[in-house]
């Protein structure tokens, strides 16, 4: 039988990030209005004006996107002891994160702010940015060497990957 689990975790949004969002809209907008109103200066000459009006519009769409990729969601994918962590940008452009064996878990459990990380580690964030709900997940990586991934497992992730972590971690829990 398969173990099989998949969730779904939208990133919730910190005041940093909304101020950080408002900010690219104001600088965005105000920076496509600009090129407009010096493009509308120069009716005269035609060249310069569509020149210009372009560059309003590309400034429009860059801020577009900019504020449409601080929307995140993590997906989390475990099957038969292999966990993939895929990122979400605005539904709509996926990234492969990271895939490991829970089996070579080093280290496994609940996650705290006062916990340290060492300076050749790499920090995987796959979160909501809720504190209280978060695991983490130490594990030696191909790609990124030595690993800490900090994600928020639901109670059937949970199970499953508890099922597949190695022997000594799974007593201690």
């Known amino acids: 039988m398969d173990n099989f689990a998949e969730q ?11 101020i950080s969002r408002i900010g690219t809209l104001i600088t965005g907008s105000l920076f496509s209005v600009c090129l407009a109103l010096l493009g509308i200066i120069q009716l005269s000459q035609p060249l310069i004006t569509m020149m210009f009006l372009f560059l309003a519009a590309a400034g429009g769409y860059m801020t577009y996107l900019l504020v449409q990729g ?31 064996e829970v089996r070579t878990f080093t280290d496994f459990g609940k996650y705290s702010d006062d916990m340290v990380e060492s300076e050749d580690m790499t920090l995987v ?7 209280s709900n978060e695991y983490y997940a130490d594990f ?34």
């Open 8 to 18: 779904l975790v939208t990133r919730k949004e910190t005041k940093s990030d909304k």
């Open 70 to 100: 601080r929307y995140v969601e993590y997906e989390y994918t475990f099957t038969n002891g292999e966990l993939d962590i895929d990122k979400i940008i605005a539904q709509k452009k996926r990234k492969e994160l990271l895939s490991v």
């Open 125 to 131: 964030m796959a979160t909501d940015n809720i504190i």
């Open 140 to 173: 030696e990586h191909s790609e990124y060497g030595k690993t800490r991934l900090v994600f928020v497992p639901d109670e059937k992730m949970l199970g499953n990957i508890k099922k597949f972590l190695p022997a000594k971690l799974r007593n201690s829990l």
